[in-house]
C-alpha cells in the first residue's frame, strides 16, 4: 500500500490493518510450528541420505532456511508496524491541530454572539429608561 494511501485512511481502517496483520502473523506462526512438528516427525532415511552425518546437514539447512524466513517476515511485520505507528501518530497530531481550530473558533463566535446579545440588552434598557421618563412626563 503507498504511504499517501495510508495517510488518507481513517484511524480505525489502520487498526484494522494491524489486526489482520497480527492475525497473519500467528497464522504463519502456527504454519511454522506444524512444519516443525512434521519436520521433527520425520524418519531420515539413512539409505537416502547415506549416512548420519548427510542427513543430519540435510536438516539444518531446513532449519536454516525455516529460521532465515521466519526472521525476514518479522522484520517485515517489525518494518510495517512501525510505518503504521508513525502514520497513526501523525494523524493524531493534525486531529488536534483541527481540534484546536476548531475550539478557538467556537470561543470567538461565542464571545461575537455574546457582545451582540450585550449590545441589544443595553439597547432594550435605554429604551426602556426612554419610556420610563415619557410616562413620568405625561
Sequence with gaps: ????????????????????????????????????????????????SGSIAEASLALNGVF??????????????????????????EMERQTKEKCDRMLLDAQRQSDAYWEQTN????QVLQESEGLKKLLSLE
Excluded: G, T
Excluded at 489502520?14 to 512434521?38: C, F, M, P, T, Y
Excluded at 532456511?65 to 510495517?80: G, H, I, L, P, S
Design 119 to 122: 449590545q441589544k440588552i443595553h
Design 64 to 89: 536454516e532456511a525455516a529460521q532465515a524466513a521466519c526472521q525476514q517476515y518479522m522484520d517485515n511485520v517489525k518494518q510495517r508496524s512501525e510505518q503504521q505507528e508513525r502514520i497513526c501518530m
Design 1 to 48: 500500500m503507498m504511504e499517501k494511501e495510508l495517510k488518507k485512511m481513517r484511524r480505525s481502517d489502520l487498526l484494522d490493518i494491524l489486526v489482520q496483520q497480527n492475525r497473519e502473523i500467528e497464522r504463519l506462526e502456527q504454519e511454522l510450528k506444524i512444519a516443525n512438528q512434521e519436520l521433527a516427525n520425520r524418519q531420515i532415511q539413512i539409505e537416502h
